[in-house]
């Protein structure tokens, strides 16, 4: 879907369990500086005053430009077809039921529509983020392959996930598509893989791993503990992040067999991706006690140039039809490639977000 050229004007929210940010697009580009207001998530009168303070603050910045709709995207199952949310795991003041939608759209008198972020993170990814910038380098080097579907996973309060498959944002019948966070964990028994792959995971390997119970330690801390910028634990600082990574890893194992698509990785711990993917990418390309692979594609890693650069290879091979007098091409190596957000995660799920404002308006 091209929307560089869309006039519409779409009011945004990246709505995490920490914190809101606000702002408004214009073909497919921000027009006004994000603004962020705390999720207040335990607290539902703050939280929806603070919802509609942040886009009244946005309309105010637009000036004389006037928004068509509303789009943006909230953490984790609701009824997002009709606007309902409840039970949300991060932010619990939502629980029961509250019809967000329907309450924008009597306060500001345009449409609203509301998604999963980590839906919004895969689409916006694939409309201008990893997809189509992997797709062109391909394409530079002389491949006729082109990726199709890409995998959304967001790591920071929590573990969330999106696809897109074909162009098509995937949502499933109880626009629950892509719940990543309620997959086994791989490193903890009986618990579901959000709580090996997010940011109080961190705390709580460094903790267990150090025998430091510092409640104070932020990831960024354990990240800097590892790197030797501050002092610390640094072996049970890195065995943090490798556990998370293995585990992270397990779960795209699952995704990766079921999906085949391209992987993107955003959220806060997204940043420390240097320390994550190596035990992440080793997990993906293990093997079973069989000695069978893990998955049948060859996995790489997108942030390094040189696998970079083998992945875009023109692997393609030349055969002859038999029986024929003519050849066909024959994509010999399969390939699974695990990156980076190119967008940067509240900016993907904005584009995400704006785009589907259109495509619900020009549907209309």
Same mark, same amino acid.
């Given at each position: 879907?091209?929307?560089?050229?869309?006039?519409?004007?779409?009011?945004?929210? $990246?709505?995490?369990?920490?914190?809101?940010?606000?702002?408004?697009?214009?073909?497919?580009?921000?027009?006004?500086?994000?603004?962020?207001?705390?999720?207040?998530?335990?607290?539902?009168?703050?939280?929806?005053?603070?919802?509609?303070?942040?886009?009244?603050?946005?309309?105010?910045?637009?000036?004389?430009?006037?928004?068509?709709?509303?789009?943006?995207?909230?953490?984790?199952?609701?009824?997002?077809?009709?606007?309902?949310?409840? $039970?949300?795991?991060?932010?619990?003041?939502?629980?029961?039921?509250?019809?967000?939608?329907?309450?924008?759209? !009597?306060?500001?008198?345009?449409?609203?529509?509301?998604?999963?972020?980590? $839906?919004? /993170?895969?689409?916006?990814?694939?409309?201008?983020?990893?997809?189509?910038?992997?797709?062109?380098?391909?394409?530079?080097?002389?491949?006729?392959?082109?990726?199709?579907?890409?995998?959304?996973?967001?790591?920071?309060?929590?573990?969330?996930?999106?696809?897109?498959?074909?162009?098509?944002?995937?949502?499933? $019948?109880?626009?629950?598509?892509?719940?990543?966070?309620?997959?086994?964990?791989?490193?903890?028994? !009986?618990?579901?893989?959000?709580?090996?792959?997010?940011?109080?995971?961190?705390?709580? /390997?460094?903790?267990?791993?150090?025998?430091?119970?510092?409640?104070?330690?932020?990831?960024?801390?354990?990240?800097?503990?590892?790197?030797?910028?501050?002092?610390?634990?640094?072996?049970?600082?890195?065995?943090?992040?490798?556990?998370?990574?293995?585990?992270?890893?397990?779960?795209?194992?699952?995704?990766?067999?079921?999906?085949?698509?391209?992987?993107?990785?955003?959220?806060?711990?997204?940043?420390?991706?240097?320390?994550?993917?190596?035990?992440?990418?080793?997990?993906?390309?293990?093997?079973?006690?069989?000695?069978?692979?893990?998955?049948?594609?060859?996995?790489?890693?997108?942030?390094?140039?040189?696998?970079?650069?083998?992945?875009?290879?023109?692997?393609?091979?030349?055969?002859?039809?038999?029986?024929?007098? !003519?050849?066909?091409?024959?994509?010999?190596?399969?390939?699974?490639?695990?990156?980076?957000?190119?967008?940067?995660?509240?900016?993907?799920?904005?584009?995400?977000?704006?785009?589907?404002?259109?495509?619900?308006?020009?549907?209309?």
């Amino acid at each position: 879907m091209s929307i560089s050229n869309k006039q519409q004007v779409v009011l945004t929210l $990246d709505a995490g369990g920490t914190n809101f940010v606000f702002s408004a697009m214009q073909g497919g580009k921000m027009i006004v500086d994000p603004y962020r207001l705390p999720s207040n998530g335990d607290n539902l009168e703050k939280s929806l005053q603070n919802i509609l303070d942040g886009f009244n603050h946005v309309i105010t910045q637009l000036g004389d430009k006037k928004p068509e709709a509303i789009s943006f995207a909230f953490p984790g199952p609701a009824d997002y077809p009709n606007g309902i949310i409840g $039970d949300l795991q991060n932010l619990p003041g939502y629980r029961g039921g509250v019809a967000l939608g329907p309450m924008l759209e !009597h306060k500001f008198g345009i449409p609203a529509y509301i998604n999963n972020d980590g $839906d919004l /993170f895969a689409y916006g990814e694939a409309i201008g983020g990893l997809l189509p910038d992997i797709n062109a380098k391909l394409a530079e080097n002389g491949s006729e392959k082109v990726y199709k579907n890409i995998i959304g996973i967001t790591l920071g309060t929590g573990l969330g996930g999106g696809i897109v498959s074909n162009g098509q944002l995937h949502l499933g $019948d109880n626009s629950m598509g892509g719940e990543i966070w309620l997959l086994p964990s791989k490193v903890l028994d !009986h618990v579901n893989a959000e709580e090996a792959s997010c940011i109080r995971a961190v705390q709580r /390997f460094y903790k267990e791993f150090s025998g430091v119970d510092n409640a104070d330690l932020t990831p960024k801390d354990i990240f800097e503990i590892a790197k030797g910028i501050q002092e610390g634990d640094k072996a049970s600082a890195q065995k943090a992040f490798d556990t998370l990574g293995e585990n992270l890893g397990d779960v795209l194992c699952t995704l990766a067999t079921s999906i085949d698509a391209l992987i993107v990785i955003g959220g806060g711990l997204s940043g420390a991706s240097e320390l994550i993917l190596p035990a992440t990418l080793k997990e993906m390309k293990s093997q079973y006690k069989s000695g069978t692979d893990r998955l049948v594609a060859k996995v790489f890693n997108l942030t390094s140039e040189e696998e970079l650069g083998s992945f875009v290879k023109n692997n393609q091979l030349e055969i002859k039809v038999p029986f024929a007098d !003519h050849t066909v091409f024959y994509d010999a190596s399969p390939k699974i490639g695990v990156g980076i957000s190119k967008l940067g995660t509240s900016e993907a799920i904005s584009l995400g977000a704006y785009a589907y404002a259109v495509n619900q308006l020009e549907e209309k």
